[in-house]
């Protein structure tokens, strides 16, 4: 990791750092001609130990520790002239599940009343594999987590809501503008066989889309607050061994490009740079899969390193402007997906209904490329029709895929397996082979009620997407809202993934009759993306005349539905002659660059207290006789780990470790590291705060 670090520039601290570039907000004298825009960051990293991490489906993948912390990035627009907004959100979370939007929205209104509702609120996430899970309200993605965790719901609402707090409080006077351009070599296809399938594949010379979006936000008087851009790529840099949090390669980017403006987290007015994904269905960071060499910390940082200097570039040559005196608006619709009907306008054929959901055998592969399960027997491209996939269930292999990776187990909860006696194959999903229903036992995987939302920002359409889609079911959306849209002067579109709830993938029909991993989980069947697209056709019709939509079917709150597994902390032990925050492996003398620095401390369990907007390492430099904070457990230079103690007489009790591999630009000097936690009596119920500090030591760059 040290030769990438190497080449990274730090120009600014995260943390602690004064933002003396940012200036009060201007008069609204300028509000006639301007956007009022402000930005907000905000800590939503979530259990950093004993979580189920959420992404690739592993129930034995917990977190314990932290590479770097998460965050939301939020940004509102104000039209002076119409006090139209809009609220756009990218957090660094697997996915938005509905129960968050929810949430999140109810906050806002108990605040701000009719401010914010649906319709102005686009929630979006970045995709990172590497993060605490059991946070949805649907079954499917508190799976790996073993159920419903409250703590991490908790701090992913109120994270999100207080980035839209801070972004409001920080309205002012102000542009945006816009630019776009191609980054090479930084994503690949992951499944180019169906991909390959598309006939309009011939139409383009990159297999992926390589283009990035980008908006970069600038007060009146000159002030930066924020750069928002779009790259589609999975945040997959970190596989399936990696137990630390990570915000992965789009985490890395943001701060990267946020270290160069000094952004001070802990303010609410500070400099705010998001990463946000799109129809990254069929993308991948790695240029051959998991063989791709490095660490999970080092293909993390060159992918998020390319991202970061694509948008620098994009972000200074920035040109055009997205004019205050355009348009500034929005539409939002709730559809009843399963039988939504889908006339031959979108499918090119006949007409067709929507499917109940189903989630297919190849889902269960996992994608060969990123992610395989290598489950003995299921495999990328099972169908109804070809060899093997008709005994699937007679050779035992539920029973195997359950005692392998116990995904699909925390259901037996319900009725044992019997659950799985109802996954028969729907004709409607031909060619799946269906693995289980979306409902099954009484208990739903996935909403049925999905949200579509259209910003429009002047010449700029953001368009969201409340699942994984592919490169070409992205390529064809945008190519169709193009025309519809064009009247109203919009020229740019982008893909807003992962935004709202989440829904699975959206593939196109080619793509989806391989049944490969993405056309697996394609819930709703072969005709998804035509019903994506008839859904915004009309709301594009609806921007265009200036008409209301119908709003469509509130959306079931499940809040009070929810099974909670995960219990708190019991109690944290030591032995007798030790104390919380006790250095029990210490530093060295000295330094050079090169070395990776250790530490370690008697600890408490870090659910005790998840330090939101704080750390629970210090790396500390000796200035003028005090010690001053320079890095924190959310740099890259940092890893913050969490270890059970298995010895026989401290059964309860556990070991916390800073390491720092300095950068290239770290100077010498004289530094500590310290570590801040908490810790829980097993007589009172008591949780105290501890800390503790290694020796000093010196380092020689």
């Known amino acids: 990791m040290n030769k990438l670090l190497n080449r990274i520039t730090r120009t600014g601290l995260v943390v602690g750092t004064s933002i003396g570039m940012l200036a009060s907000p201007l008069s609204s004298a300028y509000a006639a001609s301007s956007w009022n ?417 259209m910003f429009i920002l002047d010449s700029l359409a953001i368009v969201s997407v409340p699942g994984e889609m592919t490169t070409m079911a992205g390529r064809r959306l945008e190519a169709h809202l193009l025309g519809q849209l064009a009247p109203m002067g919009v020229d740019k579109i982008v893909i807003a993934g992962l935004a709202n709830a989440y829904t699975g993938y959206i593939t196109t029909p080619e793509e989806y009759s391989l049944q490969y991993y993405e056309g697996g989980h394609t819930i709703y069947g072969a005709n998804t993306l035509a019903g994506y697209t008839q859904v915004y056709h009309n709301m594009a019709n609806a921007l265009v005349a200036g008409t209301a939509l119908d709003a469509g079917p509130t959306p079931k709150d499940l809040s009070d539905e929810q099974i909670i597994t995960k219990i708190g902390v019991v109690y944290d032990d030591k032995r007798l002659w030790e104390s919380f925050g006790q250095v029990t492996k210490d530093t060295n003398n000295s330094y050079q660059y090169g070395d990776t620095i250790m530490a370690e401390f008697r600890s408490g369990h870090p659910r005790n207290n998840l330090k939101t907007m704080d750390t629970f390492l210090k790396v500390q430099k000796k200035v003028n006789g005090s010690w001053q904070t320079i890095l924190t457990d959310n740099d890259i230079e940092t890893e913050f780990q969490w270890i059970r103690d298995t010895d026989a007489d401290c059964l309860a009790c556990s070991n916390a470790r800073i390491y720092w591999t300095p950068s290239a630009d770290t100077p010498s000097g004289t530094y500590r590291l310290k570590h801040q936690g908490h810790w829980k009596s097993g007589w009172t119920g008591n949780i105290s705060s501890y800390s503790g500090t290694s020796d000093s030591f010196t380092y020689t760059k």
């Open 37 to 453: 825009i402000g930005s907000g960051i905000y800590d939503v990293t979530g259990p950093a130990a004993d979580a189920g991490m959420v992404g690739y489906g592993d129930t034995s993948q917990t977190t314990k520790g932290i590479h770097t912390r998460l965050w939301s990035r939020a940004y509102v627009v104000e039209k002076p002239a119409s006090g139209k907004r809009i609220a756009f959100v990218s957090a660094d979370i697997q996915s938005i599940p509905q129960g968050v939007k929810q949430a999140v929205v109810a906050k806002l209104k108990s605040r701000y009343g009719n401010l914010y509702d649906d319709s102005n609120v686009m929630l979006t996430a970045t995709h990172t594999h590497v993060g605490p899970g059991g946070y949805d309200h649907y079954v499917l993605l508190n799976l790996s987590a073993l159920g419903y965790d409250e703590l991490n719901f908790d701090v992913i609402v109120d994270g999100i809501y207080q980035s839209i707090v801070r972004a409001t409080d920080t309205l002012a006077p102000g542009s945006i503008k816009f630019n776009r351009g191609d980054l090479l070599d930084t994503s690949y296809n992951r499944n180019m066989v169906p991909y390959a399938q598309n006939p309009d594949a011939a139409n383009y010379s990159h297999t992926t889309n390589k283009s990035m979006s980008l908006l970069k936000f600038a007060r009146d008087d000159g002030t930066e607050i924020g750069m928002l851009n779009w790259f589609p790529v999975h945040a997959v840099s970190n596989d399936q061994s990696q137990r630390l949090i990570s915000a992965d390669n789009k985490g890395i980017a943001s701060q990267l490009f946020e270290r160069d403006h000094n952004a001070d987290y802990s303010q609410a007015l500070t400099f705010v740079a998001a990463f946000a994904n799109s129809n990254e269905g069929d993308v991948s960071p790695n240029s051959d899969g998991q063989n791709t060499p490095g660490t999970n910390s080092e293909k993390a940082i060159a992918s998020g390193g390319k991202q970061y200097a694509k948008a620098r570039s994009l972000y200074d040559n920035a040109s055009i402007t997205l004019s205050s005196a355009g348009n500034l608006d929005y539409r939002h619709q709730y559809v009843d997906f399963p039988g939504y009907q889908v006339s031959s306008e979108f499918t090119g054929s006949s007409a067709a209904t929507i499917c109940e959901g189903a989630v297919g055998w190849s889902m269960v592969a996992g994608s060969a490329w990123d992610g395989p399960t290598n489950m003995e027997g299921v495999f990328e491209g099972m169908t109804v029709d070809n060899e093997g996939t008709s005994w699937n269930k007679d050779a035992g292999l539920y029973d195997s895929y359950l005692g392998k990776y116990a995904l699909f187990g925390w259901l037996n909860l319900f009725s044992g397996s019997s659950w799985l006696a109802d996954a028969d194959d729907d004709p409607c999903q031909y060619p799946k082979p269906t693995f289980v229903n979306r409902e099954a036992i009484g208990a739903e995987l996935y909403t049925t009620t999905l949200p579509f939302q």
